[in-house]
């Protein structure tokens, strides 16, 4: 990936433009873009909150606790760090294989979430400038314009969401910071009337699942010459593979491809990730920048979430899915697989595999078995890692002979896609801001290439008041020369 | 049976102030356990009000949003909300406001009335716990939710 326009050269001489922060995401970004007395873009940076103080959070917690806790660090994902966790802590105890009832109920619980967050994403978050235009009316471009606009797939939307939230609260034993998955195993199997009730409403949410995946195949054919272009950089990928190769979001080993699709590693054992990851620290920004080791920093970042998956896999293990990933991928010679946008895409594939997966794990008499835990001989360190919605998520904990967690690495997607979002938005800022006025619609085109990665950015606190959108363009002598803030009430002020 | 009451408190329990609301629902279901005459309430917390709380008000007389604010007077403040088209559609921070906005649409009628308790916070760190300052808040916000029960 290019680092073109990370710095500027006499950055004192540029006038600053800052979308602070970014909506539409997880938590808090800053995006500030340096340009000359032209608008001619010289520097665009991403900034990301890091997860900071995680490790202090967990330390000196019993190990039996961390799945629970650590459900705590996001508000939008819990399900991913506590299946994460979990597993890091299985093989703490020297667990190599969870009993077929814990490992079905791991997945499905997986599986919703999975499909609770895609479908939260693509239909509530990305679909408004999808369905409206990406420089179009702010007023529109969000989920009460879609609504209006389109409610039927608004509403599959909202119950899609539902559904996989129903998934996760009879998987997890409740609708928020559930206790489902434990360090050995979990700690409930589905009644058979939770699973009569979730299988009453599957096939629809197939059914819906793939008319999505047919709505942003439909999107793509109406503008693929911008849809391909947008943000288009080149890039290697990472993610779990099955041990044949299969798409498997919750166990594998560590597959990582080159820009030109040549294997980096493969099947490689995540326990030992230090060996072929590493991070590299830039002072701009608190969050880490991670790299292939064998690349080297300069050459070795990538990205990983679910354009990756689709595209790494040798092939999903649901038919319905697999058979839109072979579509996706001969799509226009292939074009989409290297596309931002493409994300979109690959996102509903995944959302489907996962409406899929529910269903087949509803009709496995395992899920309501009693054997729900395993036992081995315990360790004093333990990784855990999963395909969360958003990417390959890593939990490493090591825990002293009190059972006291004394030290805990987490290394989440969107830190693995610090980079790839970078070059996105770098690539957008010269296709679309270089040497024009800048306005809300062309920010909104920043906007839209690093909400296409769906980052989560660690921040569940969202207590009224603190979510204000402030841009403002400061000129060479620092002084501001024109600024907008978008409140809870819309836009206050325009840039003309 | 829907229960025609719906207390629904959110926010972060290990955020420092962030976790009023769900302390505020935690203390207000075992006040309404001692007020048999208020009927049937459900008391319902997440991390975050989000588009699918829509359909937790399906069929419901009254509803009551809790959650902190940086913005309300100490103690606490209480506002009848009603649907409205913001700017809230972050997945991070959507309105009660908005959230009945997508009812509506969605369920092509009106929302049950709705209200607003936001509770005075200050401190929203990870690891963090309540404030003092928030904590005398929560107190005085459940004799506020018992008069909005009692005055139906």
Known sequence: MSVELETAISPEKLRRVAIDPVSRVEGHGK???????????????????????????IQGRPYWEVPVMVQRLCGICPVSHHLAASKALDMMLGVKQLTPTAEKIRRLMHAGQILQSHALHFFHLASPDLLFGFGSDMAQRNIVGVVAAHPEPAKKGVLLRKYGQEVIRMTAGKR????????????????????????????????????????????????????????????????????????????????????????????????????????????WSYMKFPFFKSLGAEDGSYRVGPLTRVTQCDSIPTPLADREREEFIAFDGGSVTGA?????????????????????????????????????QRQERGVGVIEAPRGTLIHHYRVDENDLVIRANLIVSTTHNNQAMNTAVREVAKQYLDGVAITEGLL?????????????????????GQMPLEVAIVGADGTVLDAATRDQRGLIRDFS | MTAPILIFGW?????????????????????????????????????????????????????????????????????????????????????????????????????????????????????????????LSLQASLQVAADWMDCE
Not at chain 1, 224 to 251: I, K, Q
Not at chain 1, 340 to 350: D, K, N, Q, S, V
Not at chain 1, 448 to 463: K, W
């Open chain 2, 11 to 135: 926010g972060n329990p290990s955020r420092g102030d962030d976790a009023l609301g769900p302390l505020f629902v935690e203390h207000f279901a075992a006040l309404a356990a001692r007020h048999p005459e208020w009927g049937e309430v459900e008391c319902l917390t997440d991390f975050q009000l989000q588009v699918e709380h829509a359909l937790d008000m399906q069929g419901r007389r009254r509803v009551l949003f809790v959650d902190a604010s940086l913005d309300a007077p100490a103690p606490c403040s209480l506002t009848r909300v009603t649907a409205a088209r913001d700017d809230s559609f972050t997945t991070h921070a959507m309105s009660p406001q908005a959230v009945l906005k997508v009812y509506a649409d969605i369920e092509d009628g009106e929302a049950p009335p709705c209200w607003l308790l936001a509770i005075h916070g200050e401190r929203f760190e990870l690891g963090e716990g309540l404030s003092e300052a928030a904590r």
């Open chain 1, 176 to 283: 928020v910071h559930g206790t489902g998955a434990i360090p050995g195993g979990v700690n409930k199997s589905l009644a058979p009337e939770e699973r009569a009730e979730l299988l009453k409403e599957i096939y629809q949410i197939v059914a819906w699942s793939r008319d999505a995946v047919g709505m942003i195949r439909q999107l793509f054919e109406q503008n693929l010459p911008e849809y391909n272009a947008f943000g288009r950089f080149r890039s290697a990928g990472m993610c779990l593979v099955a041990a044949d190769g299969a798409m498997d979001l919750y166990h594998g080993g560590l597959r990582a491809r080159d820009a030109d699709g040549k294997d980096l590693f493969d099947h490689f054992n995540y326990g030992r990730y230090w060996e072929v990851i590493a991070e590299e620290v830039k002072p």
């Open chain 1, 340 to 376: 931002t946008l493409g994300y979109h895409w690959a996102r509903m594939i995944e959302m489907l595999h996962a409406a899929e997966t529910i269903k087949d794990l509803l009709h496995d008499d395992d899920i309501i078995g009693h054997d729900l835990m395993a036992t081995g």
């Open chain 1, 444 to 464: 909104n085109h920043i906007e839209i290439a690093i909400r296409a990665f769906d980052p989560c950015l660690s921040c569940a606190t969202h207590a009224l």
């Open chain 1, 31 to 57: 995006v500030t873009i340096l340009l000359d007395d032209d608008n001619k873009v010289h520097q665009v940076r991403l900034h990301i909150v890091e997860f900071r103080g995680f490790e202090k959070f």
